[in-house]
């Protein structure tokens, strides 16, 4: 084998490797920023659901309070 049908050899390989390593890492980023969205979706959602269960507890803090007012 010679220089030059190695070099051709060595020459296609890197050019069906690098496309697929590119490809490949461009698709390895687009699926870590879709995830890092689901993320801070669930985030923000558990946040409001966190808020509404403060705001239930008071509320019910000041309902038992009626209830006791009434009871004495």
Not at 1 to 11: K, R, Y
Not at 28 to 45: K, L, T, W
């Amino acid at each position: 084998m010679n220089l030059l049908e190695f070099l051709a050899i060595i020459a296609g390989n890197v050019a069906v490797i690098l496309p697929l390593f590119l490809w490949l890492r461009a698709e390895g980023n687009a699926d870590r920023r879709e995830v890092h969205q689901m993320f801070s979706e669930m985030r923000s959602e558990f946040n409001e659901m966190r808020n509404e269960f403060k705001d239930f507890h008071g509320r019910m803090c000041v309902l038992e309070e009626r209830m006791a007012k009434k009871a004495e």
